[in-house]
Protein backbone atom coordinates (compact mmCIF):
# COMPACT_ATOMS: atom_id res chain seq x y z
CA UNK A 1 0.00 0.00 0.00
CA UNK A 2 1.34 3.65 -0.54
CA UNK A 3 -0.32 6.68 -0.01
CA UNK A 4 1.45 9.08 -2.12
CA UNK A 5 2.97 7.33 -5.32
CA UNK A 6 4.02 10.22 -6.73
CA UNK A 7 6.07 11.19 -3.75
CA UNK A 8 7.47 7.79 -2.95
CA UNK A 9 7.92 6.18 -6.22
CA UNK A 10 9.69 9.14 -7.92
CA UNK A 11 12.01 8.84 -10.66
CA UNK A 12 15.48 9.74 -8.59
CA UNK A 13 16.53 12.26 -11.44
CA UNK A 14 13.08 13.97 -10.98
CA UNK A 15 13.77 13.92 -7.01
CA UNK A 16 17.10 15.30 -7.06
CA UNK A 17 15.66 18.60 -9.32
CA UNK A 18 13.22 18.99 -6.28
CA UNK A 19 15.67 18.08 -3.71
CA UNK A 20 18.14 21.27 -5.12
CA UNK A 21 15.13 23.22 -5.66
CA UNK A 22 13.94 22.70 -2.02
CA UNK A 23 17.92 23.30 -1.09
CA UNK A 24 18.37 26.38 -2.42
CA UNK A 25 15.14 27.51 -1.32
CA UNK A 26 15.92 26.36 2.49
CA UNK A 27 19.27 27.97 2.45
CA UNK A 28 17.85 31.41 1.52
CA UNK A 29 15.43 31.50 4.15
CA UNK A 30 17.72 30.73 6.68
CA UNK A 31 20.43 33.10 5.28
CA UNK A 32 18.14 36.01 5.74
CA UNK A 33 16.23 34.37 8.72
CA UNK A 34 18.20 32.98 11.08
CA UNK A 35 20.97 34.80 12.82
CA UNK A 36 22.97 31.35 13.88
CA UNK A 37 23.10 30.26 10.35
CA UNK A 38 24.24 33.29 8.75
CA UNK A 39 26.64 33.96 10.99
CA UNK A 40 27.90 30.12 9.94
CA UNK A 41 27.51 31.16 6.49
CA UNK A 42 29.94 34.48 6.65
CA UNK A 43 32.31 32.62 8.73
CA UNK A 44 32.67 29.67 5.87
CA UNK A 45 32.57 32.67 3.46
CA UNK A 46 29.34 31.26 1.84
CA UNK A 47 26.80 33.34 -0.05
CA UNK A 48 23.62 31.76 -0.72
CA UNK A 49 23.42 32.48 -4.04
CA UNK A 50 26.44 30.03 -4.43
CA UNK A 51 24.61 26.84 -3.72
CA UNK A 52 23.47 25.35 -6.39
CA UNK A 53 22.14 21.64 -5.17
CA UNK A 54 22.84 19.34 -2.52
CA UNK A 55 26.25 18.29 -4.09
CA UNK A 56 27.20 20.46 -2.21
CA UNK A 57 25.77 19.91 0.80
CA UNK A 58 29.37 18.58 2.63
CA UNK A 59 30.65 22.03 2.13
CA UNK A 60 27.75 23.61 4.34
CA UNK A 61 27.70 24.17 7.99
CA UNK A 62 26.05 21.26 10.27
CA UNK A 63 23.80 21.70 13.17
CA UNK A 64 24.27 19.78 16.26
CA UNK A 65 21.71 19.30 19.57
CA UNK A 66 24.18 21.64 21.74
CA UNK A 67 23.19 24.34 19.02
CA UNK A 68 19.58 24.07 19.36
CA UNK A 69 20.67 24.32 23.61
CA UNK A 70 23.19 27.63 23.13
CA UNK A 71 20.04 28.99 21.21
CA UNK A 72 16.72 27.38 23.37
CA UNK A 73 14.36 28.02 23.45
CA UNK A 74 13.35 29.44 20.09
CA UNK A 75 16.62 30.84 18.86
CA UNK A 76 16.25 28.78 15.80
CA UNK A 77 12.89 29.78 14.42
CA UNK A 78 13.08 30.90 10.98
CA UNK A 79 9.33 32.50 10.85
CA UNK A 80 8.05 35.03 13.87
CA UNK A 81 6.82 33.88 16.91
CA UNK A 82 2.79 34.45 15.81
CA UNK A 83 3.36 32.00 12.66
CA UNK A 84 4.52 28.92 15.01
CA UNK A 85 1.46 26.93 16.02
CA UNK A 86 2.65 24.32 17.91
CA UNK A 87 5.79 23.32 20.37
CA UNK A 88 7.61 20.20 20.72
CA UNK A 89 10.27 19.64 23.35
CA UNK A 90 12.98 16.46 23.70
CA UNK A 91 12.91 15.49 27.31
CA UNK A 92 16.07 17.42 28.24
CA UNK A 93 17.03 14.73 30.27
CA UNK A 94 20.56 15.11 29.89
CA UNK A 95 20.45 19.12 29.75
CA UNK A 96 18.41 21.76 28.17
CA UNK A 97 15.45 20.38 26.26
CA UNK A 98 15.93 20.92 22.33
CA UNK A 99 12.78 22.67 20.99
CA UNK A 100 10.62 22.09 17.75
CA UNK A 101 8.56 25.14 16.79
CA UNK A 102 5.88 23.69 13.62
CA UNK A 103 3.77 25.69 11.66
CA UNK A 104 -0.02 24.95 9.88
CA UNK A 105 2.04 23.55 6.92
CA UNK A 106 4.72 21.74 8.84
CA UNK A 107 1.79 20.30 10.64
CA UNK A 108 0.29 19.20 7.62
CA UNK A 109 3.94 17.88 6.59
CA UNK A 110 4.12 15.76 9.61
CA UNK A 111 0.61 14.28 9.50
CA UNK A 112 1.79 13.28 5.18
CA UNK A 113 4.77 11.24 6.51
CA UNK A 114 3.16 9.66 9.25
CA UNK A 115 0.17 8.87 6.93
CA UNK A 116 2.83 7.79 4.39
CA UNK A 117 4.35 5.34 7.38
CA UNK A 118 1.01 3.90 8.67
CA UNK A 119 0.30 2.77 4.80
CA UNK A 120 3.66 1.85 4.16
CA UNK A 121 3.09 -0.55 7.29
CA UNK A 122 -0.25 -1.82 5.90
CA UNK A 123 -2.59 0.08 8.15
CA UNK A 124 -5.81 1.84 6.45
CA UNK A 125 -8.96 3.39 7.40
CA UNK A 126 -10.45 -0.23 8.86
CA UNK A 127 -7.85 0.02 11.29
CA UNK A 128 -7.91 0.59 14.96
CA UNK A 129 -5.09 2.18 16.38
CA UNK A 130 -4.17 2.07 19.71
CA UNK A 131 -0.93 4.47 20.33
CA UNK A 132 0.69 4.07 23.65
CA UNK A 133 3.31 6.18 22.99
CA UNK A 134 3.34 9.10 25.40
CA UNK A 135 1.31 12.39 24.43
CA UNK A 136 2.24 16.11 25.34
CA UNK A 137 5.99 17.80 24.44
CA UNK A 138 7.00 14.03 23.39
CA UNK A 139 6.44 13.84 19.56
CA UNK A 140 5.51 10.08 19.71
CA UNK A 141 1.90 10.19 20.94
CA UNK A 142 0.73 13.08 19.19
CA UNK A 143 2.87 12.73 15.72
CA UNK A 144 0.76 8.85 15.40
CA UNK A 145 -1.92 10.18 16.15
CA UNK A 146 -2.55 12.46 13.34
CA UNK A 147 -1.21 10.05 10.89
CA UNK A 148 -3.89 7.90 12.04
CA UNK A 149 -6.68 9.92 11.75
CA UNK A 150 -5.79 11.30 8.34
CA UNK A 151 -5.66 8.66 6.85
CA UNK A 152 -9.20 8.01 8.34
CA UNK A 153 -8.08 5.06 10.52
CA UNK A 154 -9.55 5.04 14.55
CA UNK A 155 -7.69 6.49 16.90
CA UNK A 156 -7.32 5.55 20.84
CA UNK A 157 -4.83 7.82 22.84
CA UNK A 158 -3.97 5.22 25.08
CA UNK A 159 -0.33 7.55 25.91
CA UNK A 160 2.22 5.23 28.39
CA UNK A 161 1.38 3.89 31.81
CA UNK A 162 -1.36 1.80 33.39
CA UNK A 163 -0.70 -1.63 31.54
CA UNK A 164 -3.96 -3.58 32.79
CA UNK A 165 -5.51 -0.89 32.06
CA UNK A 166 -4.27 -0.35 28.16
CA UNK A 167 -4.70 -4.00 28.05
CA UNK A 168 -8.71 -4.30 28.82
CA UNK A 169 -8.91 -1.50 26.22
CA UNK A 170 -7.27 -2.90 23.67
CA UNK A 171 -9.07 -6.51 23.96
CA UNK A 172 -12.85 -4.26 23.94
CA UNK A 173 -11.82 -1.91 21.76
CA UNK A 174 -10.62 -4.14 19.18
CA UNK A 175 -7.01 -2.69 18.54
CA UNK A 176 -5.51 -4.01 15.15
CA UNK A 177 -2.45 -1.62 15.46
CA UNK A 178 -0.41 -1.02 18.04
CA UNK A 179 2.28 1.77 18.73
CA UNK A 180 4.91 2.27 21.25
CA UNK A 181 8.39 1.83 21.75
CA UNK A 182 9.61 -1.97 21.56
CA UNK A 183 10.80 -2.26 24.64
CA UNK A 184 7.30 -1.48 26.01
CA UNK A 185 5.45 -4.15 23.68
CA UNK A 186 7.47 -6.43 25.67
CA UNK A 187 6.23 -5.22 29.05
CA UNK A 188 2.69 -5.20 27.50
CA UNK A 189 3.13 -8.73 26.37
CA UNK A 190 5.00 -10.01 29.60
CA UNK A 191 1.92 -8.68 31.50
CA UNK A 192 -0.72 -10.53 29.40
CA UNK A 193 1.10 -13.76 30.50
CA UNK A 194 1.16 -12.76 34.22
CA UNK A 195 -2.63 -12.14 33.39
CA UNK A 196 -3.57 -15.55 31.82
CA UNK A 197 -4.27 -13.73 28.39
CA UNK A 198 -3.59 -15.17 25.40
CA UNK A 199 -2.82 -12.81 22.19
CA UNK A 200 -5.10 -14.48 20.29
CA UNK A 201 -7.96 -12.58 22.24
CA UNK A 202 -6.56 -9.67 20.73
CA UNK A 203 -7.00 -8.46 17.36
CA UNK A 204 -3.53 -6.68 16.97
CA UNK A 205 -2.12 -7.21 13.32
CA UNK A 206 0.25 -4.69 12.94
CA UNK A 207 2.90 -2.96 15.72
CA UNK A 208 4.68 0.85 14.35
CA UNK A 209 7.96 0.53 17.20
CA UNK A 210 10.35 3.22 17.60
CA UNK A 211 11.80 5.69 19.69
CA UNK A 212 14.88 3.30 20.61
CA UNK A 213 17.34 1.26 18.91
CA UNK A 214 15.83 -2.45 18.55
CA UNK A 215 17.38 -5.59 17.29
CA UNK A 216 16.07 -8.49 14.50
CA UNK A 217 15.83 -10.80 17.51
CA UNK A 218 13.72 -8.67 19.61
CA UNK A 219 11.29 -8.23 16.40
CA UNK A 220 11.17 -11.65 16.21
CA UNK A 221 10.57 -11.83 19.94
CA UNK A 222 8.01 -9.74 19.84
CA UNK A 223 6.02 -10.65 16.71
CA UNK A 224 6.05 -14.53 18.33
CA UNK A 225 4.34 -12.93 21.82
CA UNK A 226 1.95 -10.53 20.10
CA UNK A 227 1.18 -12.67 17.12
CA UNK A 228 1.56 -9.35 15.08
CA UNK A 229 4.23 -7.91 12.62
CA UNK A 230 6.91 -5.57 14.29
CA UNK A 231 7.65 -2.71 11.72
CA UNK A 232 10.21 0.24 12.56
CA UNK A 233 9.70 3.44 12.52
CA UNK A 234 12.14 6.91 12.82
CA UNK A 235 11.80 9.67 13.70
CA UNK A 236 13.47 12.73 16.08
CA UNK A 237 12.04 15.68 17.95
CA UNK A 238 14.60 17.99 16.21
CA UNK A 239 13.28 17.12 12.70
CA UNK A 240 9.76 16.67 12.61
CA UNK A 241 8.84 13.57 14.64
CA UNK A 242 7.77 9.95 13.94
CA UNK A 243 7.76 9.62 10.10
CA UNK A 244 10.44 10.85 8.78
CA UNK A 245 11.17 7.49 7.76
CA UNK A 246 9.32 3.71 8.03
CA UNK A 247 9.87 -0.31 6.75
CA UNK A 248 7.60 -1.45 4.09
CA UNK A 249 5.80 -5.07 4.75
CA UNK A 250 8.94 -5.86 3.02
CA UNK A 251 11.25 -5.44 6.12
CA UNK A 252 14.27 -4.73 3.90
CA UNK A 253 14.95 -0.94 5.83
CA UNK A 254 13.22 2.02 6.09
CA UNK A 255 12.22 3.90 3.34
CA UNK A 256 12.87 8.08 4.09
CA UNK A 257 10.42 10.26 2.71
CA UNK A 258 13.38 12.45 1.05
CA UNK A 259 11.00 15.62 -0.90
CA UNK A 260 10.93 17.01 3.34
CA UNK A 261 14.58 15.43 4.74
CA UNK A 262 17.37 14.55 2.77
CA UNK A 263 19.68 12.12 4.45
CA UNK A 264 23.65 12.15 4.51
CA UNK A 265 25.84 9.35 5.85
CA UNK A 266 29.45 10.68 6.94
CA UNK A 267 31.98 9.51 8.75
CA UNK A 268 31.28 10.77 12.35
CA UNK A 269 35.05 12.16 12.75
CA UNK A 270 35.96 13.75 9.49
CA UNK A 271 32.04 14.68 8.53
CA UNK A 272 32.67 13.34 5.06
CA UNK A 273 30.45 10.92 3.04
CA UNK A 274 30.92 7.71 3.08
CA UNK A 275 29.97 4.80 0.18
CA UNK A 276 26.79 3.38 0.71
CA UNK A 277 26.42 0.48 2.34
CA UNK A 278 29.20 1.89 4.55
CA UNK A 279 28.61 2.57 8.64
CA UNK A 280 28.72 6.55 9.12
CA UNK A 281 26.63 9.03 11.05
CA UNK A 282 22.67 10.08 10.06
CA UNK A 283 22.41 13.65 8.70
CA UNK A 284 19.39 15.11 7.91
CA UNK A 285 18.33 18.26 6.54
CA UNK A 286 14.79 19.09 6.71
CA UNK A 287 14.22 21.29 3.52
CA UNK A 288 10.51 21.88 3.77
CA UNK A 289 10.01 22.91 7.47
CA UNK A 290 8.98 26.46 8.01
CA UNK A 291 8.97 26.67 12.07
CA UNK A 292 12.57 25.39 12.85
CA UNK A 293 14.60 24.24 9.69
CA UNK A 294 17.97 22.46 10.09
CA UNK A 295 20.48 22.13 8.26
CA UNK A 296 22.72 18.73 8.15
CA UNK A 297 21.71 18.05 11.79
CA UNK A 298 23.79 15.55 13.02
CA UNK A 299 21.71 12.82 14.91
CA UNK A 300 24.41 10.58 16.27
CA UNK A 301 22.80 7.66 14.95
CA UNK A 302 24.96 5.49 12.95
CA UNK A 303 23.80 3.20 10.22
CA UNK A 304 23.95 2.29 7.04
CA UNK A 305 22.02 3.38 3.61
CA UNK A 306 20.69 1.89 0.35
CA UNK A 307 19.35 3.57 -2.68
CA UNK A 308 18.01 0.41 -4.40
CA UNK A 309 14.68 0.38 -5.51
CA UNK A 310 12.35 -1.76 -3.22
CA UNK A 311 10.20 -4.64 -3.89
CA UNK A 312 7.39 -2.62 -3.11
CA UNK A 313 7.88 -0.19 -5.78
CA UNK A 314 8.80 3.27 -3.47
CA UNK A 315 12.17 4.60 -5.02
CA UNK A 316 12.92 6.06 -1.78
CA UNK A 317 16.64 5.70 0.13
CA UNK A 318 16.21 3.07 2.76
CA UNK A 319 18.14 3.03 6.47
CA UNK A 320 19.00 -0.31 7.56
CA UNK A 321 18.91 -1.36 11.41
CA UNK A 322 20.40 1.48 13.69
CA UNK A 323 23.96 0.23 15.17
CA UNK A 324 24.23 2.30 18.01
CA UNK A 325 24.86 6.11 18.25
CA UNK A 326 28.10 7.87 18.16
CA UNK A 327 27.61 9.20 21.17
CA UNK A 328 26.33 6.24 23.02
CA UNK A 329 29.04 3.79 21.62
CA UNK A 330 30.63 2.12 24.80
CA UNK A 331 34.34 2.08 24.53
CA UNK A 332 35.72 -0.55 26.95
CA UNK A 333 39.11 -2.00 27.15
CA UNK A 334 39.72 -0.11 23.94
CA UNK A 335 37.16 -1.87 22.30
CA UNK A 336 33.66 -0.19 20.71
CA UNK A 337 31.42 -1.72 21.95
CA UNK A 338 27.45 -0.87 21.14
CA UNK A 339 24.58 -2.14 23.22
CA UNK A 340 22.76 -3.50 19.97
CA UNK A 341 25.02 -6.39 19.65
CA UNK A 342 25.22 -7.43 23.47
CA UNK A 343 21.10 -7.81 22.38
CA UNK A 344 21.93 -9.49 19.43
CA UNK A 345 23.72 -12.18 21.07
CA UNK A 346 21.07 -12.49 24.26
CA UNK A 347 18.03 -12.88 22.17
CA UNK A 348 20.15 -15.77 19.26
CA UNK A 349 19.67 -17.80 22.88
CA UNK A 350 16.82 -19.68 24.24
CA UNK A 351 17.69 -19.79 27.47
CA UNK A 352 17.67 -15.87 28.36
CA UNK A 353 14.65 -13.00 28.17
CA UNK A 354 15.01 -9.85 25.94
CA UNK A 355 15.68 -7.87 29.49
CA UNK A 356 19.01 -6.57 30.56
CA UNK A 357 21.45 -4.11 31.53
CA UNK A 358 25.19 -3.30 30.91
CA UNK A 359 26.77 -1.81 33.92
CA UNK A 360 30.31 -0.22 33.31
CA UNK A 361 32.62 0.17 35.90
CA UNK A 362 36.10 1.45 36.26
CA UNK A 363 38.43 -0.59 38.78
CA UNK A 364 41.72 -0.60 39.76
CA UNK A 365 41.95 1.67 36.43
CA UNK A 366 40.61 -1.35 34.30
CA UNK A 367 37.08 -0.90 32.87
CA UNK A 368 35.25 -3.83 33.62
CA UNK A 369 31.70 -5.04 32.13
CA UNK A 370 28.78 -6.80 34.07
CA UNK A 371 26.03 -8.33 31.71
CA UNK A 372 22.80 -8.69 34.03
CA UNK A 373 20.41 -10.93 32.15
CA UNK A 374 17.13 -12.33 32.92
CA UNK A 375 16.72 -16.24 32.39
CA UNK A 376 14.10 -17.76 30.99
CA UNK A 377 11.42 -18.91 33.57
CA UNK A 378 10.94 -22.07 31.69
CA UNK A 379 15.16 -22.51 31.96
CA UNK A 380 15.74 -21.03 35.24
CA UNK A 381 16.66 -23.17 37.85
CA UNK A 382 18.27 -23.61 41.43
CA UNK A 383 20.50 -25.96 40.26
CA UNK A 384 24.00 -23.96 40.56
CA UNK A 385 25.44 -26.42 37.88
CA UNK A 386 23.12 -25.21 35.49
CA UNK A 387 23.26 -22.12 35.86
CA UNK A 388 27.13 -21.93 35.96
CA UNK A 389 26.84 -23.87 32.50
CA UNK A 390 24.44 -20.74 31.24
CA UNK A 391 27.08 -18.20 32.33
CA UNK A 392 30.30 -19.66 30.59
CA UNK A 393 28.08 -20.16 27.59
CA UNK A 394 26.50 -16.86 27.48
CA UNK A 395 30.72 -15.15 27.99
CA UNK A 396 31.70 -17.40 25.10
CA UNK A 397 29.46 -15.85 22.85
CA UNK A 398 29.98 -12.78 24.09
CA UNK A 399 33.96 -12.51 23.83
CA UNK A 400 33.48 -14.28 20.22
CA UNK A 401 31.45 -11.08 19.30
CA UNK A 402 33.11 -8.14 20.94
CA UNK A 403 36.52 -9.70 21.15
CA UNK A 404 36.33 -8.64 25.33
CA UNK A 405 35.60 -10.71 28.22
CA UNK A 406 32.61 -9.62 30.51
CA UNK A 407 30.86 -10.81 33.84
CA UNK A 408 27.36 -12.59 33.29
CA UNK A 409 25.26 -12.03 36.32
CA UNK A 410 21.85 -14.16 35.99
CA UNK A 411 18.95 -12.89 37.39
CA UNK A 412 15.15 -14.25 38.20
CA UNK A 413 12.73 -13.52 35.76
CA UNK A 414 11.19 -10.34 36.23
CA UNK A 415 13.34 -8.52 38.69
CA UNK A 416 14.83 -6.07 35.95
CA UNK A 417 12.84 -2.87 36.20
CA UNK A 418 10.27 -2.70 33.02
CA UNK A 419 10.01 0.66 31.66
CA UNK A 420 6.79 2.35 29.93
CA UNK A 421 8.82 4.36 27.70
CA UNK A 422 12.45 4.14 26.22
CA UNK A 423 14.63 1.13 28.11
CA UNK A 424 17.31 2.28 30.36
CA UNK A 425 20.30 -0.61 29.00
CA UNK A 426 23.55 1.08 30.02
CA UNK A 427 24.32 2.26 33.09
CA UNK A 428 27.88 4.06 33.15
CA UNK A 429 29.40 4.13 36.74
CA UNK A 430 32.83 5.52 35.53
CA UNK A 431 30.76 8.90 34.72
CA UNK A 432 30.18 9.45 38.29
CA UNK A 433 33.57 8.64 39.21
CA UNK A 434 35.24 11.13 37.30
Known amino acids: MIWNEHAECMDREQLLKLQNERLRNMVSRLYYNVPFYRKKFQEAGIDPGD ?50 GYTRADLRTWSEVVARSLYAAGVDKNDVVHVSYGYGLFTGGLGIHQGAQKIGATVIPASGGNT ?33 MDPSELKLRRGIFGAEPWTEEMRREIEAKLHLKALDIYGLTEVIGPGVAMECEHQKGLHIFEDHFIPEIVDPNTLQ ?50 LGRSDDMLIIRGVNVFPSQIESV ?63 KLVEPKTIERSEGKAKRVIDLRKLVD
Open 346 to 408: LLEMSETEPHYQLIVDRVNNLDILEIRVEVNEAFFSDEIRQMENLAKKIKANIESVLGISAKI
Open 273 to 322: PVPHGQVGELLFTTVTKEGMPLLRYRTRDLTTMTVEKCACGRTLARLNKF
Open 164 to 196: KKQLQIMHDFGSTVLACTPSYALYLADTMKELG
Open 51 to 100: ITGIHQLKDLPTTTKQDLRDNYPFGLFAVPQSEIVRLHASSGTTGKPTVG
